[in-house]
Structures are given as structure tokens and as C-alpha cells.
């Protein structure tokens, strides 16, 4: 994978225009205004026909939405869950979830280290 497929050239920051290598002339945006990072405008929706192409279907049509989120068991807003390295669904959480499971790099081994944590603690706890 090219790590620069939209690299910019000809930039021209008051006209909001650029050359771009994969794409041409093009529009510009700016990513992030304290570093002045522009990227090409055509490059979003490239990226975004990408993920629907290598999902081919929609969401629901793959595993129907339900209305829990499926660790916390609570009803929130849900998310798509999916496996950064292979981006295959994995299910609907809802945020806290789905971000808890990112903090812990989705590795099982560091979640079952936290349940034995906790489970320790809560028994360390009552005997305060």
C-alpha cells in the first residue's frame, strides 16, 4: 500500500486548489489547521467508496442490527464493531464499549488481566 496515494503538488492555498498525483487538478481541504496539512479533496470520497466496496453490502444486510449493545447488555446508540486487521464485523456496541475494547488494543489477554484486577480488588474491597 502506497502510504502517499493523494500527495500534493502545485498548491495553492488561496484559490484552495492543488495538483494531485492520483488524482489531478483538484479541490483542497484542510485536515488540521494548526499544521497546515491539506489534503486533496477528491481523496475523502475515494476512501470512502473503498469501505463500502470492501464491505460490499450494508451493514444491517450482514448482521442485523439489534437494540442492546452487546457487552454492556444496555440500550445506547450502537456502533460497528470491527477487527482493524482483518476489517471483518465483529458486532454493535455502543461507544464505551467499543472504545474500552481499544484501549485494551483488542487483545484478550490484557481484558482477562482486568477481570482478575478487578475481581481481586472487589474481594479486597469488602474486607475494608
Known amino acids: 500500500m502506497v502510504k502517499h496515494k493523494h500527495r500534493l503538488t502545485k498548491l495553492n492555498i488561496e484559490a484552495k486548489t492543488a495538483v494531485c498525483e492520483s488524482c489531478g487538478p483538484t479541490g483542497i481541504r484542510i485536515r488540521d489547521s ?3 496539512n491539506w489534503r486533496c479533496g477528491k481523496g475523502d470520497t475515494a476512501r470512502k467508496r ?5 464491505y ?10 439489534p437494540t ?14 470491527h477487527d482493524h486487521r482483518t476489517g471483518k464485523h465483529r458486532g454493535w456496541l455502543c461507544q464505551n464499549c467499543n472504545t474500552a475494547l481499544g484501549h485494551f488494543y483488542d487483545d484478550p489477554n490484557n481484558l482477562s488481566r482486568a477481570i482478575t484486577y478487578l475481581m481481586n480488588n ?7
Open 68 to 81: 442492546l449493545c452487546e457487552i454492556c447488555l444496555l440500550e445506547k446508540p450502537l456502533c460497528w464493531d
Open 56 to 65: 460490499n453490502k450494508k451493514r444491517e444486510e450482514i448482521r442485523p442490527k
Open 34 to 36: 494548526r499544521l497546515k
Open 122 to 128: 472487589r474481594m479486597n474491597s469488602k474486607d475494608l
Open 50 to 54: 473503498g469501505k463500502n466496496k470492501r
